[in-house]
């Protein structure tokens, strides 16, 4: 075997390795994180039945506001309003991916488990998602060490297994935690507190398995000229993280060509995820109000989305071929105009579902193409910031997103706000276009 041969098959091995690593990683991470997912309705109205003083602070802060702008009083918009600051997604500030330690991300993680397993209060609830929320780089973690593999069909192969990752955890999680929740009822415990312990536990075993088994996936050289990272205001300003500054400021930068292309990607990727996250934050309280879904029929919900996601993951997605994401992430967005607006529409299980089926399907397609087309710009030393400033834009969107989408919710209801966003992913289309055309060219 030639020297050539074996280095390649080297290569192989250790990136089919890391990739089984950062599968089992992110699983066990989105586990713990898609437990809560069913039980949001169920624990907002718990908190209001109990009369937490908190928790009716703000209730009376709504109620102005109502008043204010003078809107007739509709108590059942309130939980989506409420639902805001304790679902936050976003991944924290942006840092340089390898600069990121992983552990002390699960030490801070694991701490938040541990104040929603003692919480009693809607406070203490509250500081549960905050910290929670500002502290996980997990996901953009694992997205930039696929992002460091030496070759692209391995990066690809590592993007797609995110994705197949994110339809297990999406699939298996819900259904755990409305079916944990249940049991604590049983046992004379606040429901909540199970999957709050299991959460944890997810989180602990999710950090001895980095320490046992995580290998680096930088080399030496490109560690070595990546540590001299640039302004961080670069990493902080909106202005500057969609015009990925950071990279242009890095030794041998994109042509201007390129940069115009990842440009135009960030931003794809931006309004789609403000647009879904939006949509996918109030589709549990839609559910809730108008079909009266329970905390286990939330988790069914999520587990027919995460089986579809699986299916054409495991299937279709990671079966696209070099040159064709584009076009796949263009089909993919625009089946999602007609399934949220069946969602919208909906006023029988069997509608709701095909507009389900639907959504499955763009967001099992969306996400993973975007990043796989992303991750092919910059340099080894490079790639890292990109991946991290492209999960950076959406963080911003998933914070973005729910306020609004919840706030049209809330003063138009449910069917206008599902209507209106829906005819807005015409944005992100167009976009994709100009994106063709800079490839084109």
Not at 240 to 254: G, I, W, Y
Not at 331 to 360: D, E, K, Q, R
Request: charged letters at 15%; glycine letters at 8%; hydrophobic letters at 50%.
């Amino acid at each position: 075997m030639s020297a050539v041969n074996k280095s390649a098959e080297d290569g192989g091995a250790f990136s089919s390795k890391v990739i089984n690593i950062v599968f089992i990683i992110l699983l066990l991470d989105l586990l713990g994180f898609t437990l809560i997912l069913p039980l949001l309705p169920s624990i907002l109205d718990h908190y209001a039945q109990t009369g937490d003083v908190v928790y009716q602070s703000l209730q009376s802060v709504v109620d102005w506001f109502r008043e204010a702008v003078g809107i007739p009083m509709e108590k059942k918009y309130n939980s989506v309003l409420f639902g805001v600051p304790v679902i936050p997604y976003n991944r924290g500030p942006v840092r340089p991916l390898w600069q990121t330690t992983p552990t002390s991300s699960y030490h801070r993680l694991m701490s938040s488990y541990a104040v929603w397993a003692v919480s009693r209060s809607f406070s203490m609830f509250l500081l549960f998602r905050v910290i929670g929320g500002i502290c996980k780089g997990n996901v953009s973690l694992c997205t930039a060490i696929m992002a460091d593999l030496p070759c692209p069909k391995a990066r690809n192969r590592g993007m797609a297994m995110i994705g197949i990752a994110f339809s297990l955890g999406f699939t298996v999680g819900p259904l755990m935690g409305a079916y944990f929740a249940i049991g604590s009822k049983t046992t004379g415990n606040v429901f909540y507190q199970t999957p709050a312990l299991l959460a944890l536990a997810f989180s602990v075993a999710d950090l001895l398995f980095i320490w046992l088994t995580l290998p680096e996936t930088l080399s030496k050289d490109v560690k070595g000229s990546s540590s001299g990272f640039g302004d961080s205001r670069d990493l902080l300003s909106p202005l500057a993280l969609f015009h990925f500054s950071a990279v242009t400021r890095t030794e041998d930068p994109p042509s201007k060509e390129r940069m115009q292309k990842l440009q135009v990607l960030g931003l794809v990727y931006f309004c789609y995820l403000f647009l879904f996250s939006g949509l996918e934050f109030t589709l549990s309280f839609l559910t809730h109000q108008r079909f009266h879904f329970t905390s286990m029929q939330q988790g069914k919900m999520f587990f027919f989305i995460g089986v579809i996601m699986a299916l054409i993951q495991g299937g279709y997605a990671r079966r696209i071929k070099p040159g064709q994401h584009i076009k796949a992430v263009r089909m993919a967005i625009m089946a999602l105009i007609p399934a949220f607006i069946l969602i919208g529409l909906s006023w029988n299980i069997t509608t709701l579902y095909v507009g389900l089926a639907l959504y499955s399907f763009a967001a099992a397609i969306v996400v993973p193409c975007l990043s796989t087309l992303v991750s092919d710009h910059g340099s080894a030393n490079q790639k890292g910031t990109v991946m991290g400033i492209l999960r950076s834009l959406g963080a911003l969107a998933r914070a973005l997103g729910p306020v609004v989408s919840s706030s049209v919710y809330w003063i138009a209801g449910a069917q206008t706000c599902f209507l209106f966003t829906s005819a807005s992913f015409i944005i992100p289309l167009a976009l994709l276009s100009t994106a063709r055309r800079l490839k084109e060219e």
